[in-house]
C-alpha cells in the first residue's frame, strides 16, 4: 500500500504541476491578447493620422509600413529588448521588471522623439498629432508622480523615509 500511496502522490503532484502549468500559460494569453488590442488601436491610430495627413499623396502600403514602424518603436516590444537586459530578467530577485523599465525607457524616448519631430512638420495634421503626444507625454508623467505623492501620503510616507525606501533599492 505504500507503493500505491507514493504512486498515487505521484500522479497527483504531476497532474498539479500540468494544471499550473496550463494557468500559466492561460494567464499568458489573456495577457498577450490584452497586449495584442492596444497595439492594434494604436496601429489604426497611427494609420488613420497618416493617412489624413498625407490626403492620397503616399501609397496606403507605405502609410501601413510606416504606421506599422511608429507602432513598434512606442509600443512595449519585448523581442527588442537587448541581451544583457534578457540575461538580468533571469535573476528572481530582479525578475521581469528590469525588462519593463528597459522598455518604458526605450518607448518613452521614442514618443518623445515622434512627438518633436511630428510639431516640426510643416504638415498641419502631424503638428497636431505631435502636440497630443506630446501633452499626453506630459500628462502621464505628471499623473505618475501625483498618484506617488498622493499614495506615499495616504499611506503615511514622509519624504525621509521615501529616501531611506530608495536607499534600501
Do not use: C
Not at 527588442?80 to 540575461?87: D, F, S, T
Not at 521588471?97 to 495634421?125: G, M, W, Y
Request: charged letters at 20%; proline letters at 3%; aromatic letters at 6%.
Amino acid at each position: 500500500t505504500s507503493k500505491n500511496t507514493a504512486g498515487f502522490a505521484d500522479k497527483f503532484a504531476n497532474r498539479m504541476i500540468h494544471a499550473a502549468k496550463r494557468g500559466n500559460q492561460k494567464a499568458i494569453d489573456v495577457y498577450q491578447a490584452g497586449d495584442t488590442v492596444w497595439k492594434m488601436a494604436d496601429y489604426l491610430s497611427n494609420l488613420n493620422t497618416l493617412v489624413e495627413a498625407h490626403n492620397g499623396k503616399i501609397d496606403i502600403n507605405t502609410l501601413k509600413r510606416m504606421a506599422a514602424a511608429r507602432t513598434r518603436a512606442t509600443m512595449p516590444t519585448y523581442s527588442l529588448i537587448p541581451k544583457p537586459i534578457k540575461a538580468l530578467s533571469k535573476f528572481p530577485a530582479i525578475g521581469v521588471f528590469v525588462s519593463f523599465q528597459s522598455e518604458s525607457v526605450r518607448i518613452t524616448a521614442n514618443q518623445l522623439k515622434l512627438a518633436i519631430q511630428d510639431r516640426r512638420s510643416d504638415n498641419p495634421v502631424l503638428r497636431a498629432s505631435g502636440q497630443r503626444r506630446l501633452a499626453g507625454l506630459i500628462a502621464s508623467r505628471l499623473a505618475f508622480h501625483g498618484l506617488s505623492a498622493a499614495s506615499m501620503n495616504w499611506i503615511g510616507i514622509g519624504d525621509e523615509e521615501d529616501e531611506a525606501l530608495r536607499n534600501l533599492l
